[in-house]
């Protein structure tokens, strides 16, 4: 808007001063050639022929710039083919070269013929040429006069230069109104943004605020829409529990009948149901972890959360001697559900007790302006290339020997995914193993100033 207007109206002022420099330079031109005018009509007045058809004058005019040499002002009377002539002292032994002024004066006698030509002294003049019959004359008498116009080309330009430079007053004056204006005017705009940013990032749960009227109706239709969204994010969880419920009750009743019976059709559903009840545990997960990456609004703090994590674990690896270290940049906060970043880190930072030898470390730090990242490391045995592949797909476990399902990992990487994320595993600086979380995270705040 800024941009359209200030082009829009540079251009407008450029024409403006461009029209006032052309009626300002007509202005002094027309004036110049009325003085030329009378100069003609004072030496058409007092000329004279004698009967030997002899050109004479009984008055010249007064002007004393006509008596001084290459003055810039002259006049000159001359019958084509007829002879010198008279002309101004001002000309000294020079004459005029009108050429084709002479020619369009004589093919017109009477009208008045206004065109550029040079003077003696090499000055551009301004003449007025003007051809009248004269009785005793052989052919039609051309008078003329001239003047130096480089005065006048002088006026304009100081003229254009003055316009020029008020224009560009004005052109800057008009450029911080409209600036002012339009930022003004935008402003509730603004404000409306950084009110739909503040609800995404969790700092508020509605669009509050005075508003002009034009855009209350907006403010409320985003409300609706923020209400409608936590609404079917609170369906969505309210049906996965109802499913969680109904399977988990008759998984249960299989598992405990099979656990109270001997043989193999009672091994075979112990096995499967344990199977059936870490996939229903898992998808479960996804589908809720699904729904809070969609809700606007969740905001959880990363630090808080991994300490809780250090503090659970550093109890219970304890005895094996292991030590967890703990880095995370303060203000650091995930766009999403507390309990899903337990779920994310605590499998990695658990996983990676597990294996350590001695020393597991965490850190936590922004990744750019809408991401962050989470390194795991421990000093254990590590991965090669190929088992790091193997260890992010379900269901497969690197050590048959030590329990679960094998389902860790893949559920980390699956809840990653759920919130546009990302896991990547790779050797550690520790030597062991390196699991590297990227999440997105709520934008920081920029000082209100720097707006």
Same mark, same amino acid.
């Given at each position: 808007?800024?941009?359209?207007?200030?082009?829009?109206?540079?251009?407008?002022? =450029?024409?403006?001063? *461009?029209?006032?420099?052309?009626?300002?330079?007509?202005?002094?031109?027309?004036?110049?050639?009325?003085?030329?005018?009378?100069?003609?009509?004072?030496?058409?007045?007092?000329?004279?022929?004698?009967?030997?058809?002899?050109?004479?004058?009984?008055?010249?005019?007064?002007? @004393?710039?006509?008596?001084? =040499?290459?003055?810039?002002?002259?006049?000159?009377?001359?019958?084509?083919?007829?002879?010198?002539?008279?002309?101004?002292?001002?000309?000294?032994?020079?004459?005029?070269?009108?050429?084709?002024?002479?020619?369009?004066?004589?093919?017109?006698?009477?009208?008045?013929?206004?065109?550029?030509?040079?003077?003696?002294?090499?000055?551009?003049?301004?003449?007025?040429?003007?051809?009248?019959?004269?009785?005793?004359?052989?052919?039609?008498?051309?008078?003329?006069?001239?003047?130096?116009?480089?005065?006048?080309?002088?006026?304009?330009?100081?003229?254009?230069?003055?316009?020029?430079?008020?224009?560009?007053?004005?052109?800057?004056?008009?450029?911080?109104?409209?600036?002012?204006?339009?930022?003004?005017?935008?402003?509730?705009?603004?404000?409306?943004?950084?009110?739909?940013?503040?609800?995404?990032?969790?700092?508020?749960?509605?669009?509050?605020?005075?508003?002009?009227?034009?855009?209350? @109706?907006?403010?409320?239709?985003?409300?609706?829409?923020?209400?409608?969204?936590?609404?079917?994010?609170?369906?969505?969880?309210?049906? +996965?529990?109802?499913?969680?419920?109904?399977?988990?009750?008759?998984?249960?009743?299989?598992?405990?009948?099979?656990?109270?019976?001997?043989?193999?059709?009672?091994?075979?559903? *112990?096995?499967?149901?344990?199977?059936?009840?870490?996939?229903?545990?898992?998808?479960?997960?996804?589908?809720?972890?699904?729904?809070?990456?969609?809700?606007?609004?969740?905001?959880?703090?990363?630090?808080?959360?991994?300490?809780?994590?250090?503090?659970?674990?550093?109890?219970?690896?304890?005895?094996?001697?292991?030590?967890?270290?703990? !880095?995370?940049?303060?203000?650091? +906060?995930?766009?999403?559900?507390?309990?899903?970043?337990?779920?994310?880190?605590?499998?990695?930072?658990?996983?990676? !007790?597990?294996?350590?030898? !001695?020393? +597991?470390? +965490?850190?936590?730090?922004?990744?750019?302006?809408?991401?962050?990242?989470?390194?795991?490391?421990?000093?254990? @045995?590590?991965?090669?290339?190929?088992?790091?592949?193997?260890?992010?797909?379900?269901?497969?476990?690197?050590?048959?020997?030590?329990?679960?399902?094998?389902?860790?990992?893949?559920?980390?990487?699956?809840?990653?995914?759920?919130?546009?994320?990302?896991?990547?595993?790779?050797?550690?600086?520790?030597?062991?193993?390196?699991?590297?979380?990227?999440? @997105?995270?709520?934008?920081?705040?920029?000082?209100?100033?720097?707006?």
């Amino acid at each position: 808007m800024v941009a359209v207007a200030l082009i829009g109206a540079l251009v407008l002022l =450029v024409l403006g001063a *461009a029209a006032l420099t052309f009626l300002f330079r007509q202005t002094v031109f027309n004036d110049l050639d009325d003085r030329l005018g009378r100069v003609t009509e004072s030496l058409l007045a007092h000329v004279e022929v004698s009967e030997t058809g002899a050109l004479s004058i009984e008055q010249t005019p007064t002007d @004393p710039s006509y008596s001084q =040499v290459f003055s810039g002002r002259y006049w000159q009377i001359v019958v084509p083919g007829g002879g010198a002539g008279l002309a101004s002292a001002s000309l000294a032994e020079e004459r005029l070269s009108l050429g084709a002024l002479t020619a369009r004066a004589v093919s017109a006698p009477g009208d008045l013929v206004v065109g550029d030509a040079d003077g003696p002294d090499e000055e551009p003049l301004r003449v007025l040429v003007q051809a009248v019959e004269i009785a005793g004359a052989s052919g039609p008498v051309v008078i003329a006069a001239g003047e130096d116009r480089r005065p006048a080309d002088a006026n304009v330009t100081r003229f254009l230069l003055s316009a020029a430079g008020i224009f560009a007053v004005f052109a800057l004056a008009l450029a911080i109104g409209v600036y002012a204006q339009v930022r003004v005017g935008l402003d509730p705009v603004l404000r409306m943004g950084r009110a739909v940013a503040a609800v995404r990032d969790g700092e508020q749960s509605h669009i509050t605020g005075a508003y002009p009227s034009e855009l209350m @109706p907006l403010a409320g239709e985003l409300n609706s829409l923020l209400d409608h969204s936590r609404k079917v994010v609170e369906r969505a969880r309210t049906h +996965v529990g109802n499913l969680a419920h109904a399977l988990k009750t008759p998984i249960t009743v299989l598992s405990n009948e099979a656990r109270t019976n001997k043989g193999p059709l009672a091994e075979l559903v *112990a096995r499967q149901t344990d199977t059936m009840s870490s996939q229903v545990e898992h998808h479960l997960r996804r589908a809720r972890a699904a729904a809070n990456a969609r809700a606007i609004g969740a905001r959880t703090s990363v630090p808080e959360v991994l300490e809780d994590l250090t503090r659970t674990l550093a109890k219970i690896y304890a005895r094996r001697g292991v030590e967890l270290a703990l !880095c995370a940049d303060d203000g650091l +906060v995930f766009r999403g559900e507390r309990q899903d970043l337990e779920d994310l880190a605590g499998n990695l930072m658990d996983n990676a !007790c597990k294996w350590a030898a !001695c020393a +597991v470390r +965490v850190t936590a730090a922004p990744l750019g302006e809408t991401e962050l990242q989470i390194s795991i490391e421990d000093d254990g @045995p590590g991965l090669t290339e190929i088992e790091r592949e193997q260890a992010l797909a379900r269901g497969v476990r690197l050590d048959e020997q030590a329990p679960g399902t094998g389902l860790g990992l893949a559920i980390v990487a699956d809840l990653a995914r759920a919130y546009d994320g990302a896991v990547r595993l790779d050797r550690s600086e520790l030597g062991g193993l390196r699991a590297q979380l990227t999440l @997105p995270a709520a934008r920081r705040r920029k000082l209100e100033t720097a707006r």
